[in-house]
């Protein structure tokens, strides 16, 4: 028979992100931020490969690559408005990790499954710094995808990519709780 926990199961079912531009300081320090990003990094790997790393933002940090956005939105031809809130996601942000994804070469796992496991790693480092009381939240945005913003803004390899960059910091209003799926809509019970 299986032992429940049911505070984690709670907390799960009640789980709600905080918008990023909600967050201020204080931050996690870095001690802190050690223990979250430990707890992010237990995520399922797909044959131990460790097929990301991770990227500590802090406020120095996010105001150059606001200072990156401008150019690089005009120069992709993005709409003003957008490139504004691109802008603003790293000017207004005090502390954020990106999440990079980083394949490994590997006969048995696909590099699909790699980046997923990426993805997963950005859940769980949400999770662990609201658990921790901390409100989090994971954005990408055209920036994240924009081959020459990540080389130039954050060093990144060739065969990297941004998963995600999670926002991390101190809520100034708890968000209202929003509709969540129906589970009627999107699960299929398959039983023979």
């Known amino acids: 028979m299986p032992t429940p926990n049911p505070a984690a199961l709670d907390f ?3 789980r709600r992100s905080r918008p990023a531009k909600t967050l201020t300081t204080p931050v996690p320090d870095r001690a802190t931020l050690e223990t979250l990003l430990t707890a992010a990094a237990r995520t399922p790997d797909h044959g131990k490969l460790e097929p990301w790393r991770f990227i500590v933002l802090t406020k ?3 105001t150059r690559l606001a200072g990156l956005i401008p150019a690089r939105g005009a120069a992709l031809g993005i709409e003003a408005d957008k490139i504004t ?3 603003h996601q790293f000017a207004s942000a005090d502390l954020a990790v990106a999440v990079i994804a980083s394949p490994k070469p590997s006969d048995k796992i696909p590099q699909i ?3 997923y496991s990426a993805g997963a790693v950005c859940l769980a480092l949400v999770n662990a710094g609201l658990a921790a009381g901390w409100g989090a939240n994971w954005l990408s945005g055209w920036a994240s995808h924009d081959r020459d913003f990540v080389t130039a803004g954050l060093g ?3 065969h990297e990519s941004v998963a995600g960059f999670i926002h991390l910091g101190t809520e100034t209003t708890a968000p209202p709780e929003r509709p969540r799926p129906d589970l009627d809509t999107i699960a299929t019970w398959v039983e023979t």
Request: proline letters at 13%.
């Open 113 to 115: 499954e790699q980046v």
């Open 85 to 87: 809130k691109a802008e």
């Open 156 to 158: 990144l390899a060739p």
């Open 12 to 14: 799960l079912l009640t």
């Open 60 to 62: 120095p940090a996010m």
